[in-house]
Every structure is written in structure tokens, then in C-alpha cells.
């Protein structure tokens, strides 16, 4: 153990802890002048300057802290930033070290004050970064003589760190405090706080709540048929047990538990999707879902009649689950992940499905196209005379992030990546916490500036139930950020613009929102990565989850391109992109959209994959070694004639199509269907088109003909039977080429 003059040091750091707002001429004597050093800029490019008055408090005081090195366990990181003069931290002894602290968001930085202990650094930088990765220097020091200093600082940053590059001593680096001081006043912009209530449309209950199922029956009686409507729901149980209720549920709304663990919320009794309001019939039962619940079904079976964009994840079903309509009336679901069901599931009517990472007690049949990976319990393989596609692992999968308490604190669990996973993640629920302050909570009524701002100062997005319309893009440019939508929150671009787009970064996670097309033409609605990313993001893939696309229905809309990837690397886990074939604003020019999904990156992962209607391709793959897991489609209903949909001598877009310039790319379990309604003597060419090339492989694809409405000549290119005629019976090709 070194000693040192802890007295005197303990004399300097008290000194720092006082020092006035003023500007300190210690700083000048200690380093170089006060008018050197270079500016920085604020995100929004401009040069943010050294506000009129420079806050007196400590920003810095408490905050999570990191270093690159530690001498020992008596002189962490966090002790630099303690308030308390008699800690400090202490770096190996090596050049360079460095200390950081993590203020929560971007601010405005004007001041930072050093008490450096025996061991202090000659030369060093005063560095601040948005998001942890990339830093900007805002004062570089030279000829530093240590003890108390403070230097003016003009720049912004969530993170500010102490760079030392040349020692003083042969010590390492040695800091008894650290403080840093925001602006207090002048005229930007006041920063966005993260945290606070979680909105009118959020229903947080407890098993003692009164009236509870008055509560589930009230909300559901409003939204039960209410398939276009503004109005949207999410229902948070907390922990507990809650005995005899039956919670139905409707359009856009989510029910979820608030434990780490599904089995910390039990209900004894059902979570039911029906579909009384349209006669028996499932095909429509669409935005809405349930996660991270046990239910102990009242008859046996729990029953959650779905269609697309209807997730089941993170259940403990204590008893079998029924997939099927009252009546069993045709169903067209659907997808469930992370799930344990003790029993047996039973499908039914359903003519496809996905399930992943889980465990089933059994599995009774099958239609068309039921697609298993990573699922104790699956069915095996038979594709050629029944509907069953078994993968033993699923090779990439990261769960979806969800909203839990932490004893009375709200947090969002970031769930780890996965590889060859099998069976559910949980309760080992390997993955990090955020608390809720690290999240900007979007409300009804807030701007796209406003929440840009939130993502420049480094903060998560938290969307709660309501609909926002947007006059700009949403731009998500630092790595890990989350955005997480409760209760099928809807994004509406208006005047053309994008909805989103994300920067060419690692690990943002999209989860649980719908974005609706607006009246004037988007471009994309949806864009991850720029044009021509490059980067290589297998560590920490960006995870596309729950989200959702809608072009008309509700209105008219238009997009030429749902969405886009550019990054390598993504992950799309479960998305529906619907070019509307019903509802309001419907039309082959009134909600015109040309492509769905557009991949242009590399080794981009689709599991459970729902893209339909749209005028050309619904799914076009322009990047190498890209792999699908499930693909359902529908061909567009309202295309008026053969020619609208000719090109290249081709009658009709595939529904999947992989570029002529691909080398490598495979899919398993994928089936189109067309229903000409327009035009029923249209013969589409085929569902698939891919390049014949060794590296490129399907497994168990299909195409339909529903009820003899314009038939598919082939399967893939010019192989595969053609459609039956009149009956709604599959052609099928097991294996291409």
C-alpha cells in the first residue's frame, strides 16, 4: 500500500468540494489557459457554448461511474464521484487511464473541477460522448502540475470521462473527486427528464384491486370490434395471484405481468381471444397480446383465437391452449415465443403458425404451415403429406424487452442474446435492467422534437398507449437504445415523412408498436441502417420485435417501402407488414404500397416472418446469407388485371424474392396464397423467385389458391405443381433445388 500526505490531500479535496461558480484561476496555473481547448457540438450541430451562468451543483455527484483499470478493490471508479474527499479512485500503472461518469442524459457541460491526488496526470483530456462509444475531446491539458483545478468546458454529453496519457509518477492515476457542472440557465432548450407516471392508457392493477373484472369487461366491450379505432390499452398485473377472472381481449389491447418471472403473476382463471364479433371467424383478430403471465385456465384450456400481429409471449400455460374459435371457425395466426405450455395445444382451424423457444406438452395437428424451432415437445418434421417444419434450435434469438417492477420500481429487462437456444430463457433471465428514468415516457400529445431531443440526451424510449403523429423522422443514432411500445402504441408520419430511422449502431432493440402509414406517400416507414452500412454487428445485433406496419385500413395510406434493412447482423423477430385489404381508404392506387420488407444487409435473421398485399414484391432480399424462419403471405386481393402486375415477361411480383446477384441464402417453412377477388383468371407465374445457386436453399415452401380465386402456376420459379383450380388445397415443394 502506498502512502501518501493524506492531510494535505484531504485539505485539497475539501477545497474542491467548495470551490465558487465563478471560473477558478487555479485552472490556468494547472494546465494550460483558460482560452484554449477546442468547442464542441451539440447534437443538434450547433456550437453549444459556455452558458451565461454555470451550475454550482455537481452533476456528476453519485452517478454510475467506470475506469479502465482499478489499482485494487479499495479505490473504484465510483469513489470519484462519492462527494467524499477521504475516498479516491486509483488506476493500474500504465499509460493510458481513464475514468468516466454516466450523467443519466445530455447536458450541456460548462465546468469541471479535478482534486487530484500524489499520483496525478501531466498531460490528460476532458472527453464527452452521447452515448459511451464515441468521444469528443473538449479540453486538452499539458504540463498539468495536479492538486485542485478547475477548467471551463463548452460541449454536451451524457458521459464525461478524464483521459490521462502521461503520469506524473510511476503510480498510476490517482483522483480523490470529480465534479462536473451543467448549465443552469440561458437559452436552450430544458432537458427532457426520463421516468414519471406511465400515462391515462396504462391500467396497472393488483389482486386486490376492486372491480377488476368490471375493468377487463369495460375495456373490452370498447374495443372488442373496434378494429380501426384510437383507442389503445395496456393492462400491467402486478405480482400476486388473482382468482376467477376471465380478462377477453380486444383490438389493441396488451395485458402483461409486472415480475421478472412469468409464475410471479398467476392467474387462476383465462386470458380469451375470440371471435364472437365476426361470426366465428379468427382471420381478423389482429393487434393485440399477452406476456410474461402464468394462467391456470378455468376449463383446462386457455383460449387465444388470433390472427397476424397477435403475439403469446413469455406464458406459463399451467393446463392445454386452444388456437381455435368457438365453433372452430377459420383462424389465421400466429406466433408464440418463450413460452412453456404444459398441456397440449391445439391449432385447429389454424392454417399457420410459429412457434419458437418454448415447450409444448403435445401439439394436435396442423393445415397448411406449422413452423417449430428451438421447441421441446415440437412435432417431427412432415412437410410432404402433413404441415410440419422442426428446427431443434433456433440459431440467433434475443427475447423481447419488458417492463417489470423491482420491488416498487419500475425497470425495463433487456433480455441477452441467445444462440442454438431451446426451451425458455426464463428463470435464469440472463440479460440487464434499465430503470425507468434512463426512459423518456412518451404520452399522447408529444412531439417528434421533443422525443429526438430525449434520444440525443441519451435516453430510451418508452412509448405509452395512444396514437402520435409525427412531422419528422424519429432518428435512433446510439447503440442498446431501447424502444418499447406498450399496448400497440401507433406511429403516424404525416406530410411524407419516415417514421423512423436507425443509425448504423449496435444493439437498438424495436419492440411492441405499429406504425400506420399517413395520407401523402412515405418513402420508408421503417428504415435500420443507412444505405450502404457496412458494420459488423454479430456480437450485438439490432432486434426488430412486435413491431408492426399498417398501409390503409384505418384511412388512407401510402409508402413505397414498409421496411428497410441496411445493417448487417438484424434480427426480425415477429413482424406483420400489412398493406390493408379491408377497412377504410382501400384501393389498388388508394393505399398504394410497393414493397414490404427490403433487406440489403448481410446475414439478417427473420423469425416468424408476415408480410401481405402489397403491389410488387412483398419481400425482396438484396443482402447475402440471410435465413428465414416462417414466412406467411397473401398475394394482393384488389390487383385489376394480369397486366397491372406483368414485368420482365413475368406475370405477378413473388411473394418472396431473393436477388439474381445472391450467393448465399435459406428459408425454411414459407407458404404465399392469392385470392384475385378483382380478377379471378389471373395466374400468378409463381409464389418464389431465387436465384439457382448451390448456396441458396429452401425447405418446405407452399402456395394456395384460396377457394379457386387466380391460381399460382408454380411453386418456386418453374418448379412445383400448379394450384388445384377450385379447391384450397396446397402445392408443395420440399426441398429447392
Known sequence: MRLRSFGVALAAAAALIALPATRSPVAAAAGTPLSQGRTATSPSGQSAGVAAAC????????????????????????????????????????????????LGSVQNL?????????????????????????????????????????????????????????????????????AVHTESSGGGTPPVQGGGDLGPNVIVVDPSTPNLQQRFDQVFAQQESNQFGAGRYQFLLKPGTYNG?????????????????????????????????????????????????????????????????????????????????????????????????????GPYSQQQWYTRDSSVGGWTNGVWNMTFTGVQGAPATDFATGSYTT????????????????????????PAKRTNARGVSWPANAGSSLPLDQFYVVKPGATAATINQALSQGLNLLFTPGVYHLDRTIDVTRANTVVLGLGLATLVPDNGVDAM???????????????????????????????????????????????????????????????VVNSNNVVIDHTWLWRADHGSGVGWNTNRADYGLRVNGNDVLATGLFVEHYNKYDVYWNGERGRTIFFQNEKAYDVPNAAAITHDGIVGYAAYKVADTVNTHEAWGLGSYC??????????????????????KLHDILVISLGGQGQYAHVVNNTGAPTSGTS????????FP
Open 675 to 696: 385470392n384475385f377477388t378483382a380478377d379471378p383468371t389471373i395466374v400468378q407465374a409463381h409464389g418464389f423467385q431465387v436465384p439457382v445457386k448451390s448456396g441458396i
Open 245 to 345: 377472472i376471465n380478462a377477453q381481449i380486444g383490438f389493441y389491447t396488451s395485458i402483461s405481468g409486472l415480475g421478472l418471472n412469468p409464475d410471479d403473476t398467476q392467474i387462476n382463471g383465462d386470458i380469451t381471444v375470440d371471435a364472437g364479433w365476426f361470426n366465428g371467424n379468427a382471420t381478423q383478430n389482429f393487434w393485440r397480446s399477452a406476456e410474461n403471465l402464468a394462467i391456470r385456465p378455468s376449463h383446462g384450456d386457455d383460449r387465444w383465437a388470433v390472427a397476424q400481429a397477435a403475439p403469446f409471449r413469455r406464458i406459463h400455460v399451467q393446463g392445454g391452449l386452444n388456437l381455435a374459435p368457438n365453433g372452430y371457425g377459420w383462424a389465421s395466426g400466429g406466433y408464440i415465443a418463450d413460452s412453456k405450455i404444459d398441456g397440449t395445444v
Open 391 to 414: 428446427l431443434d434450435t433456433t440459431p440467433i434469438s434475443r427475447e423481447k424487452p419488458f417492463l417489470y417492477l423491482d420491488g416498487s420500481t419500475y425497470k425495463v429487462f433487456v
Open 501 to 563: 430511422h436507425v443509425a448504423d449502431v449496435d444493439g437498438v432493440r424495436l419492440a411492441g408498436f405499429l406504425i400506420d402509414a399517413g395520407t401523402v406517400n412515405s418513402d420508408t416507414l421503417l428504415r435500420v441502417g443507412q444505405p450502404g452500412s457496412s458494420a459488423d454487428h454479430s456480437a450485438n445485433p439490432t432486434t426488430v420485435q412486435d413491431v408492426f406496419v399498417r398501409i390503409g385500413g384505418a384511412g388512407p395510406g401510402l409508402a413505397t417501402n414498409s421496411v
Open 55 to 102: 451550475g454550482t451543483g455537481n452533476a456528476a455527484l453519485g452517478k454510475p461511474a467506470s475506469a479502465s483499470s482499478t489499482e485494487n478493490a479499495g479505490t473504484p471508479a465510483s469513489a470519484a464521484f462519492d462527494g467524499d474527499p477521504g475516498t479516491r479512485w486509483s488506476s493500474a500503472f500504465s499509460d493510458p487511464q481513464w475514468v468516466q461518469v454516466d
Open 728 to 735: 384450397t388445397v396446397p402445392s408443395k415443394v420440399v426441398q
Open 110 to 178: 460548462c465546468k469541471v473541477d479535478l482534486a487530484w491526488e500524489t499520483a496525478y496526470a501531466k498531460e490528460f483530456q476532458i472527453q464527452a460522448s452521447a452515448n459511451g462509444q464515441s468521444w469528443t475531446t473538449l479540453r486538452s491539458v499539458t504540463g498539468a502540475t495536479g492538486g485542485t483545478a478547475s477548467y471551463d468546458v463548452s460541449g454536451s454529453g451524457r458521459y464525461l470521462r478524464v483521459y490521462g496519457t502521461v503520469r506524473s509518477t510511476g503510480y498510476g492515476y490517482s483522483l480523490w473527486e470529480v
